[in-house]
T-cell receptor, first 112, second 113 residues
């Protein structure tokens, strides 16, 4: 079992709709959870982080964390073509609070 | 520009040659990380520093890889006797101890012929 699992996609969502990205992780001791956006050929860009169970909202983005189910999600409201990218879920590692483990990413495509 | 910078942005080398990459973190950050990313995968942790101390190194990192952060500021990553399998994007990130959100540099793309 991978430490951080994501559906590779591609996930295709119409412009203006809500995009829902999901991630599961294996280590119950993880405390920090991150979502990065990566455009093709570019480096990852931090868009959200969450430490506590529940929802965290920032503009059009909402991160959701459920530690009991070991599940993290990212919702993007009013999706725009510029949101088309790979979204990487990352979780702090089992043996080191400083090391973060990335999933393989979900490719999101927003169709006009 | 106050972000993480990396140099060079691209490197093409022949198998067996040594290469060295540099990373300059965000100036206030005391943690610095190196990752490697191949196509279709997320970044893979290589090593990290807190100030000048190298605190963790991936078990996947062979002896051909070495990293330094001599004065707790910039860092270098050296790969000796490069192999074609070393071809990847090498990413550097930095953060505070707390909060530990990591910010990435633009990366160095290595191609080993």
């Amino acid at each position: 079992q991978k430490e951080v699992e994501q559906n590779s996609g591609p996930l295709s969502v119409p412009e203006g709709a809500i995009a829902s990205l999901n991630c599961t992780y294996s280590d119950r001791g993880s405390q920090s959870f991150f979502w990065y956006r990566q455009y093709s050929g570019k480096s990852p860009e931090l868009i959200m982080f969450i430490y506590s169970n529940g929802d965290k909202e920032d503009g059009r983005f909402t991160a959701q964390l459920n530690k009991a189910s070991q599940y993290v999600s990212l919702l993007i409201r009013d999706s725009q073509p510029s949101d088309s990218a790979t979204y990487l879920c990352a979780v702090n590692g089992p043996s080191s609070a400083s090391k973060i483990i990335f999933g393989s990413g979900t490719r999101l495509s927003i169709r006009p | 520009d106050t972000g993480v910078s990396q140099d060079p942005r691209h490197k093409i080398t022949k198998r067996g040659q040594n290469v060295t990459f540099r990373c300059d973190p965000i100036s206030e950050h005391n943690r610095l990380y190196w990752y490697r990313q191949t196509l279709g995968q997320g970044p893979e942790f290589l090593t990290y520093f807190q100030n000048e101390a190298q605190l963790e190194k991936s078990r996947l990192l062979s002896d051909r890889f070495s990293a330094e952060r001599p004065k707790g500021s910039f860092s270098t990553l050296e790969i000796q006797r490069t192999e074609q399998g070393d071809s990847a994007m090498y990413l550097c990130a930095s953060s505070f101890v707390s909060p530990d959100e990591q910010f990435f540099g633009p990366g160095t793309r290595l191609t080993v012929l």
